[in-house]
């Protein structure tokens, strides 16, 4: 079974995730923004999801996990819980 692990950062507003996604272009680290701004409890560890299997995430962002390249920032990403800047650091399909 596939096995990944990626960090993100939810907010309420697609504008919020767009404006944090430039921040992070521009070279801010993500963990910081993470802690500061996410509103999922991930954001104590800088947003660090750890290890997720399929079938754990919303299918949005599990797309974004199982499909996209690694080590760039992808988003923003709607879902049922707000909007999402999502970074895939590992992947083993």
Not at 4 to 23: D, G
Not at 32 to 55: I, M, N, Q, T
Not at 56 to 68: G, L, S, Y
Not at 73 to 83: T, Y
Request: charged letters at 25%; hydrophobic letters at 40%.
């Amino acid at each position: 079974m596939p096995l990944a692990m990626a960090k993100h950062i939810l907010v309420k507003t697609e504008a919020e995730a767009a404006a944090l996604k430039k921040r992070l272009a521009a070279g801010e680290a993500f963990d910081l923004l993470a802690r500061k701004y996410s509103l999922c409890p991930s954001k104590k560890r800088g947003g660090d999801l750890g290890e997720v299997r399929p079938g754990q995430m919303v299918r949005a962002i599990e797309q974004v996990i199982f499909k996209k390249p690694l080590k760039t920032v992808h988003g923003p990403v709607k879902s049922s819980f707000g909007w999402h800047l999502v970074q895939v650091y590992y992947r083993d399909n």
